[in-house]
């Protein structure tokens, strides 16, 4: 497993961020995730780079900022990876990053197992599904997602635009997961409605062992009901208000080494799986803004583009 996750953190490194001899090199990194972390301090220092380590207390929830120091040593930064518990990516302190010409990628709620397995990964594969993915997007109008659990939702995409989460960040600004491999677009604010079950995992919920199913209308999730992990979902929107509930994402996994294991990072990115997520959307082309971005996975999901079949009971045909 060591060499595995030396092998991963190098590729994370070299293939998917280009980091160079030189360049500064900022690990991120809570008390929770410090020994992932240091693996890939430990591998930017073999590699030449200027590198630096900052530890933080965990954040409470996805999208909190990270304190002042570690927001300000990002913008110093030429390559910024975020190894934590909860996500910086919905963050003004990786936004102001990137503004300064970092380039970013996110990895919370990493493991060892899914860095040795998902980071390992064919990236050029990644890349030409993914982008392809994403031109399907950026060209459609209308989506309508269903699945044997029940899910039949239809979003308006209106003329937004489609991203792919490629994991190659080589040029200054750029962002993205790692592990990588998705494409995904934020539908129009109040177009979606219909029942979308979660049947996957939710994220702060872990994999689920009963369904969620969320009501949604004019664009907002107006009921969520089904077991304890419904409840659970309940309570983690509740302090946010009324956006968290914002249907603010649509993406499908591309990723071939990705497996379901309830931690979201990896589970949005299996291969024949959509995720759709509640709350923040402003980073990827929206204009919700709030402190909470959760996904939820949906399994076996059938996805059409303006009537044209992109998958069918989770396969890829196009």
Do not use: W
Not at 33 to 44: D, S
Not at 245 to 272: F, M, P, S, W, Y
């Amino acid at each position: 497993m060591n060499e595995q996750l030396k092998s991963a953190a190098e590729i994370a490194l070299l293939r998917c961020m280009g980091a160079r001899p030189e360049e500064r090199v900022l690990i991120v990194t809570d008390t929770h995730l410090h020994e992932l972390g240091y693996i890939f301090f430990e591998m930017a220092q073999k590699i030449g780079t200027e590198a630096l380590l900052m530890e933080m207390l965990p954040r409470f929830s996805s999208g909190e900022e990270p304190p002042a120091a570690v927001a300000a040593a990002m913008k110093e930064a030429d390559v910024v990876l975020m190894v934590t518990e909860k996500s910086l990516s919905h963050t003004g302190a990786r936004r102001n990053a990137n503004a300064a010409g970092a380039r970013v990628a996110s990895l919370p709620g990493l493991t060892g197992d899914m860095m040795a397995r998902a980071l390992n990964a064919d990236y050029e594969q990644i890349r030409l599904l993914s982008t392809e993915i994403s031109k399907l997007l950026t060209k459609g109008r209308t989506a309508r997602l269903t699945s044997p659990a029940g899910t039949d939702i239809v979003f308006g995409l209106g003329t937004r635009e489609g991203h792919g989460d490629t994991g190659i960040y080589q040029e200054k600004g750029m962002f993205g997961n790692l592990p990588a491999g998705e494409a995904y677009i934020a539908p129009i604010e109040g177009s979606a409605a219909g029942i979308l079950v979660v049947d996957g995992s939710m994220a702060g919920v872990g994999k689920l062992r009963e369904p969620i199913v969320i009501k949604v209308a004019k664009g907002y999730a107006i009921d969520i009901s089904g077991g304890e992990e419904a409840r659970q979902l309940n309570l983690l929107l509740e302090p946010h208000g009324r956006d968290a509930r914002n249907i603010a994402e649509l993406g499908i996994g591309t990723n071939h080494q990705a497996r379901l294991t309830g931690a979201v990072l990896e589970d949005e990115k299996v291969l024949g799986t959509v995720h759709v997520a509640l709350g923040d959307n402003h980073t990827i082309g929206g204009v919700v803004e709030v402190s909470s971005h959760l996904d939820g996975i949906v399994l076996q999901p059938t996805l059409e583009i303006d009537g044209d079949v992109l998958l069918k009971d989770g396969q890829m045909i196009k």
